[in-house]
């Protein structure tokens, strides 16, 4: 299951909820259909939430579960994140199993727990089967058996299940325990998210469409295509669309929201509230968040400041007071023209940008966020990569991660320690991750993915040398060490060009003793020294003939291992693997004696 999924897990402790006195119209409606909805002439059993990025839909279920919860009315949560969070929270694996978990308390179904337990116990790979099969064994039928019981559950039917962000459930591939990807994904179709979204509402509409059901079904998610497509052809019958418009006067809540902030603004500064920031300033942040909550929180954040966001050389914008900071807000408004307002996104994007600029290397700043989001997959995980992981190869001196990172933490925390180090970076809202990957919104200031890999290539090199000082080597595999130069390649010749002096000059014969050594003391590390010789090879050296660089390297590599007596493939074998197009150092072995140190 996913524990951080759940409305109230740790995970979620500093998840968006609605301040006191805003969304008051959206809460009422909801709850006024999770209590009296069975009373409607025709009862839907499913209320989907849904509206643009930054209208403020997690805050709201958020906000709802509480209450649900309070008044014990809520049966199971689950709330999916792609950009935060654990990746269990990215894909569909964990959803049945963690609302069954919830369930399973209920009171409200006395002898649920032991059915549902009964149903695993006689089919032990149950969570290996497909969701439909999963979702009938340990949620549909345990509660329909329960209902249909001589006197029902009357009770039962005021419950609701919540499940938020349906539209950031990715796919997930087939992969074997290498992390290798299966070889049937190369005959058989890709499957999309599109394609688990669906069949995650198939089950929605199916248990909404038996009238024995004793739950209602909260789903919110932005209003993509595949989604609404359900929900207004087969699910139309089931279903109350509540969209987050003008109609529920966001401008009110979010002018509720500035006063509450800017009085606790004012009261650390000592400055009356009449004084700052003044009605027209606040009109015009109200004006420019056109109704997106999102835009509201980010100005807020940034104008509430941080000790850490501020930075030598960061200049006028790296200000910390919050008048000056409040007067780079609205001097966005005059630079945008009344054009520019008609796009909803506008504000948001010129409020990114400047927060951008703010850093002391706006381009470093890029390429370490752009670097965030890069994907490593690993025999223990499909994710992007953990925080350590990456200031670990990433770093050219200690704190640049600071400094790239620092003026920015109105978008993402940047005070990172303990456990939150072995997770991926985490951002308040997915609309920045959206802004900061399209060129168009972002700009001159875009990198692809191509340029990104190619830059973290070269770092790998530029910090080899200091990638095992003062660390335990266990403690960077545990976090996908390994894995890291099988997916971070050079993407052209010219890009390893940029890169031959670091790899030259960085000290290979001891990182290859280091990690061969390790190797030998029963760490896995064999194929650390695979990917990186085929990251000097790939895509640069032709089938038959290497190209210096990648001749020089693999020498110094190797004679280490000669020197360990590793087994090592002549360069006939590699020839021969290119032209097979297999890895070309899979007959890269350590010395027998390695096996031997495992018996007794």
Known sequence: MAPGAIHDSNER??????????????QEEIMSWIADGQNDAQPKNIMWVTGPAGTGKSAILGSIADACKEKGTLAASFFFSAFSGSADRRTKRYLIPTLTYQLMSDAAFPGIREQILSSVMQDPILFTKNLKEQFTTMVLNPLLSRTQEPGGNSEAALRVIIIDGLDECDVEQFQDSAGRTH?????????RKEDDQREILSLLLLAASNPSFPFRILVASRPEKVIRNVFTTDGKAYTRELFLDDSYDPDADIGLFYDAKFSIICRDLGIKPE???GKEAKLTLVRDASGQFIYAATVMRYIEGSSHSIRPGAGILGRASPPERLEHILGLHSKRGDKMSLNPL????ALYSLLLESCPDPELS????????????????KDTAPVRLLRLVLEASHGEEQYALGSLSSLLPT???GESLLKPYSFYHKSFLDFIADPVRCGERFMTDAQVRDWMAQRFFQTLDRHFTDVELSEIWEIGYQDFPRWIRFSTQAAFEIAKPDILSCDLQKWATTVAEAHLKGLDCKYAIVYVLDMLHDKVCSQYRCCSTCKTSAERVMGVLRE??????????????DWWRKRRYQDLKPPRRHLNMELP
């Not at 402790?13 to 959206?26: I, S, Y």
């Not at 670097?371 to 223990?380: E, H, N, R």
């Not at 360990?564 to 693997?577: A, G, T």
């Open 13 to 26: 402790c500093d998840a968006p909820k609605c301040m006191e006195e805003t969304r008051v119209a959206v």
């Open 183 to 191: 070889p049937s994904a190369h005959v058989l179709p890709i499957r």
């Open 366 to 381: 890029m390429k370490w966020l752009r670097a965030t989001q890069q994907k490593v997959i690993s025999a223990l995980r």
């Open 564 to 577: 360990k007596s590793w087994k090592v493939p002549s360069w006939i074998q590699v020839s021969r693997r």
């Open 346 to 349: 506008k504000p948001l994007d």
């Open 275 to 277: 004084d700052w920031p």
């Open 415 to 417: 005070q990172i320690f």
